[in-house]
């Protein structure tokens, strides 16, 4: 079996069980998981993609909330396009930083946050359990956690096909 298809059976498992787990166990927006998963592969997996992933979709959430903090209150198109512009070259400035030097990542933090405020309907000034902001930080990490088992669950079904070819080649004809 390739790793293309031992990968994909794992994803398509692992997205089964994610998208069950969101719409009734936690309260969590599928989609924002779904974006740190693509964000844990984007910058090269494993533990250190975890790491890295993470690390730039808070650095993301972090940009997001100070962009939102300072335009809260205002109504005004021409400051908010101002502080999306700052937030956006902050974006690409802290990535010279080697730990947070995947941009995509950063870009996929903030809307995560942008996106939970819009779904979700609560401000950034929520205080509490929903605060878009620790809902897309929360998410990020499952997200980035759900592409290491995916790994893992690939890795598992290589074996056990490979286990499989072995045995079924080891049969007499």
Known sequence: MSKATALSISVGVLGMVSTLMTATIWNLPVWVLFLAWASFFFVGSGMPGLL?????????????????LAVQGTAGALWLSIAVGLGSFAMVQVS??????????????FAMTVGTIAA????????GMSNPALIAATTAL?????????EYGAALVSRVSLRRNDADSAQPA
Do not use: D, M, Y
Request: charged share 5%; net charge positive; with cysteine.
């Open 52 to 68: 890295k992933s993470v690390a730039c979709n808070w650095t993301g959430i972090v940009i997001a909330t100070c962009t939102l």
């Open 96 to 109: 010279r930083l080697p730990w947070i030097s995947a941009t995509p990542a950063i870009v996929f933090g």
């Open 120 to 127: 979700t309907g609560h401000s950034i000034t929520e205080i």
């Open 142 to 150: 499952v997200g980035a956690a759900f592409g290491v088992a995916s």
